[in-house]
């Protein structure tokens, strides 16, 4: 079964609200979502889905550089390849593209990545769990994500958090420092026994963090998640020494090299695993697999994605057994998406598909009313 096109959909999706980290707006009601949306068609007749989500305001990637990546280099490089050769794929999508510390694209590459699963999974009858020969788990929790400098809206959202059978919260923080503490300690008032995990995306300095971890100490606060630059692994194995908050790195582990440096120099507790920022299926679970052996903890995250990465990751954090709730947040962002068949989502809990491939079915008609000129 080898690859005999490859289709490239831009789109921009529906947002119900703007989300907003500490380096600034990554989607908005006015302008919406950038998603691409790409789908491998093998010379079976078999089609595989993928998604990419990329975002200026959290890496290089764009809406313009997945578009060219995968339209000038990663399709002419793929026809013709051996769908099942995933190691070959990748081998081929690093010589058109030289991984940087990155993985150089990995964004765009994750969507390629995706689609092959999905094409390999419907040619075969087989669903993502099977192809990885391991049972199928129905279900995931979900986090419940909190961005805001406000903490009377802080506590406004925890509440509702709790009241719709959330388990766990998700709180960005860095968005205006002065407002830091009063928001963790109005959140944790509101959700005291809810999981509650707190995300810098990389807002502080050491010193900084140093002091606001004392404090997260007393609040309560379950894990801390990227305080510092992501190249900064000396500076987060200085503060894991002064916090007994577990650290977990996110933006600072992009592949299994960046992992292996971030063990080495003892920099986390924890480390985040997101489906498009590791290439895709392929790097993610080897990153997850490579850090359970490094006795390391695992959260599952992502950017925002529609349903169709949300389904994939959520496969595969059932797969790598993270018990925590996952921060898949695209639900409570996205208004819309091009999915007409595929998980069922009741607020802090989404029903799986078992379905071959990844288990989502496209709407054609979604991805011509949402697609975009570039």
Known sequence: MKIADIQIYPLLLPMKQSFAISGGTVGSQSRGAPHVYIKVVTDSGAEGWGEARPSHRWSYETLETVTSTITGYLKPALIGAEVADLQSIHVQMNKE?????????????????????????????????????????????????????????????????????????????????????EILEAVKGAAPGLFLRVDANQAYSLQQAVKLARVMERIGVDVFEQPLRADDLYGHAQLRRKTSIPIALDESIWTTGNLLQAIRAEACDTVVVKLTKMGGLTGAKRCGELAREAGLGLLGGGLTESRLALTASAHLFNYLRIEEPVDLNGPLFLADDPISSGPLINEGEVNLPNGPGIGCEISMDKLELYGCKL
């Open 97 to 181: 593209i030289k991984p940087d510390l990155s993985g150089g694209q990995p964004i765009a590459k994750a969507a390629v990545d995706m689609a092959l699963y999905d094409a390999i999974g419907k040619e075969r009858q087989n669903s993502l769990s099977t192809m990885w020969f391991s049972g199928f788990r129905p279900s995931v929790q979900l986090s419940y994500l909190i961005s805001t400098p406000s903490p009377e809206e802080a506590a406004r959202k925890a509440v509702y958090a709790v009241s719709q059978g959330y388990r766990g919260l998700d709180v960005k923080l860095g968005l205006d420092p002065v407002t830091d503490i």
